[in-house]
C-alpha cells in the first residue's frame, strides 16, 4: 500500500524567507512523487514532479523539491517566499513498482500564509 | 493552456436524488480519474477510466457511483441516490499514459456537491 503524510497543517512564513513544506511517504517500490498546489476555488494544479534521476527537482514559480530515500521525504521548499505563494499545497505518490495501481495518494495537505 | 473542465460548479440537493456531475478532459488526453476531497480532508481517489473501462476503483467507489463517456468529449460520474456523507468536492483529472506510468494528472477545479 502507498501513503504520505504532511505533518504540518499549517505554514506561516515571512514575505522574503525561505520556505518549506514538509512531506514523508512509504511504497513498496521506487516512488514517483508529485506536489499540486490549489488556489482557493480553483482545482489542483502541478508544480514538480520526482521520478528519477536528480534528487533536487526544480518545478513552477521557482518551486524545488528534495527527494531523500534514507528518510522517505521529499520536502517542497522555496528559497524566497511571495505572498501570492499563499495557497493549499498538496505531495502524492505513487507506487512505481510494476503492478501497482495507478492512481495518486495524496497527503492531507498543508496550508502555507506567506505574510507581507 | 488546455484545461479540464467541470459541471457544475455547485449543486445542491436533497438526500436520495440522482445527480450526474460532468467533465470534458484535455481533448488529447486518455486517462480519466475522479477524486473526491470532504471538507477540511484528504483528497481521495474514487476511479480511473481507460480505453472505456473503469481501469480501477477504490472501496469507496461503490454500487451507488457510476462512470460513463457518453461521446468522445464528456466524461460523467453518476451518484444514484446520494447521502448526506457525499457532500464534498469531487475533482475530475486527465493524463497522457507513458510507459512508465509516471503521468502527470490535470484536475478541473471541482464540482462541489452539497447533500441535504
Known amino acids: 500500500a502507498q501513503s504520505v503524510a504532511q505533518p504540518e497543517d499549517q505554514v506561516n512564513v515571512a514575505e522574503g524567507n525561505p520556505l518549506t513544506v514538509k512531506c514523508t511517504y512509504s511504497?513498496?517500490?521506487?516512488?514517483?512523487l508529485f506536489w499540486y498546489v490549489q488556489y482557493p476555488n480553483r482545482g489542483l494544479q502541478f508544480l514538480l514532479k520526482?521520478?528519477?534521476?536528480?534528487?533536487l527537482v526544480k518545478g513552477s514559480y521557482g518551486f524545488e523539491a528534495e527527494f531523500n530515500k534514507s528518510q522517505t521525504s521529499f520536502h517542497l521548499k522555496k528559497p524566497s517566499a511571495l505572498v501570492s505563494d499563499s495557497a493549499l499545497y498538496f505531495c502524492a505518490v505513487r507506487d512505481g513498482l510494476r503492478g501497482s495501481a495507478r492512481q495518486l495518494t495524496f497527503g492531507s495537505g498543508t496550508q502555507l500564509t506567506v505574510l507581507p | 493552456e488546455p484545461e479540464v473542465t467541470q459541471t457544475p460548479s455547485h449543486q445542491v440537493t436533497q438526500m436520495g436524488q440522482e445527480v450526474i456531475l460532468r467533465c470534458v478532459p484535455i481533448?488529447?488526453?486518455?486517462?480519466f480519474y475522479w477524486y473526491r476531497q470532504i471538507l477540511g480532508q484528504k483528497v481521495e481517489f474514487l476511479v480511473s477510466f481507460y480505453n472505456n473501462e473503469i481501469s480501477e476503483k477504490s472501496e469507496i467507489f461503490d454500487d451507488q457511483f457510476s462512470v460513463e463517456r457518453p461521446d468522445g468529449s464528456n466524461f460523467t460520474l453518476k451518484i444514484r441516490s446520494t447521502k448526506l456523507e457525499d457532500s464534498a468536492m469531487y475533482f475530475c483529472?486527465?493524463?497522457?499514459?507513458?510507459?512508465?506510468?509516471?503521468?502527470?494528472?490535470?484536475f478541473g477545479a471541482g464540482s462541489r456537491l452539497t447533500v441535504l
Open positions: 520526482y521520478i528519477t534521476g536528480d534528487n
Open positions: 483529472a486527465s493524463s497522457v499514459p507513458r510507459d512508465s506510468g509516471a503521468n502527470v494528472l490535470t
Open positions: 481533448s488529447n488526453h486518455l486517462y
Open positions: 511504497v513498496s517500490g521506487n516512488p514517483y
